[in-house]
């Protein structure tokens, strides 16, 4: 098993309910967005060039997806450089404005995520494993490329390791209880 197998399985272990799924699909988005948003406006100037905290969390947190899975990881930087500036406009607003926004973004891409774990009757991966705050983009990228139909084996790989660590903990918490 591939770390990227071992990790995506990991959290899906937390997200096999459809409607977890999808609030995901709206909340981590949310909650990536609000982060560049936030860190946008930190930086300094490097030879006429502005470089910022979110510049270096994309360049970071690429790497480590590309380290991960190639097409994976250069999926996810494009989907960067596409919603990048975009956070610039809002980090450019007057104070409480980018504040605001930011800050209205984050929260609701958490009630996304806490509505999903409603539905799933589990709490969020990153409560066992702070790693899952690092690997939910990433889940939520793969998961759309699986939904359209590519890296099937890929896929069926990562759930079955998860229906298996899914019912590993499920009974875990019958003998806890």
Known sequence: MTNLERLLSQYAAYHLDRNNIVTHFIGIPLIVFSILC???RVGVEISGFSVTLAMLLIVLSSIYYISLDKLFGFLMLILYVLIYPLALKIAA???WGWFGASVGIFIVGW?????G???EKKKPAFVDD????AIGPLFVLAEFVFLLGFRKSLHQRILKEAQMKRAAMDMKQQIVS
């Open 38 to 40: 936030l860190t946008a």
């Open 93 to 95: 607003l007057a104070t």
């Open 111 to 115: 009630l996304f995520q806490f509505v």
């Open 117 to 119: 774990h409603y539905f």
């Open 130 to 133: 702070l790693i899952g705050l």
